[in-house]
């Protein structure tokens, strides 16, 4: 499955963005994947942001709980990750990611298929 990113951009702290995620091609309907966000700042390592199962269940990531919001439709082919309350530590870029199966979405060596990444920036 190929994963499109978009929605990413410069906002000031205490401001919002939504993210896009779409999904093409593949094995499988996208229905079938787990999906999940994850982000990469500079210097440091790729860290999970959100997840939502098939069956729309969702996690976050303590940083992030409360401020964010991942979300999915299944008739597009999308996800979403809603971000309110940006911080500037919020900055970095984003991926979306696909799996087939998950045991912990936690973990990014789970998810099997990514996106080439959306640029957050928030300045202070």
């Known amino acids: 499955v190929q994963l499109q990113a978009s929605g990413g951009g410069l906002v000031q702290a205490g401001g919002s963005l939504r993210l896009s995620c779409a999904a093409s091609?593949?094995?499988?309907?996208?229905?079938?994947?787990?999906m999940g966000w994850f982000r990469q700042a500079p210097g440091k390592e790729r860290e999970f942001v959100a997840a939502?199962?098939?069956?729309?269940?969702?996690t976050y990531a303590d940083s992030v709980k409360g401020r964010f919001t991942i979300s999915r439709d299944n008739r597009k082919n999308t996800v979403a990750l809603q971000m309110n309350s940006l911080k500037y530590e919020d900055t970095a870029v984003y991926y979306c990611?696909?799996?087939?199966?998950?045991?912990?979405?936690?973990?990014?060596?789970?998810?099997?298929?990514w996106g080439q990444g959306t640029q957050v920036t928030v300045s202070s």
């Open positions: 091609g593949g094995t499988f309907s996208f229905n079938s994947y787990y």
């Open positions: 939502i199962s098939r069956s729309s269940s969702t």
């Open positions: 990611a696909a799996a087939t199966r998950v045991g912990s979405p936690q973990r990014s060596y789970e998810y099997d298929y």
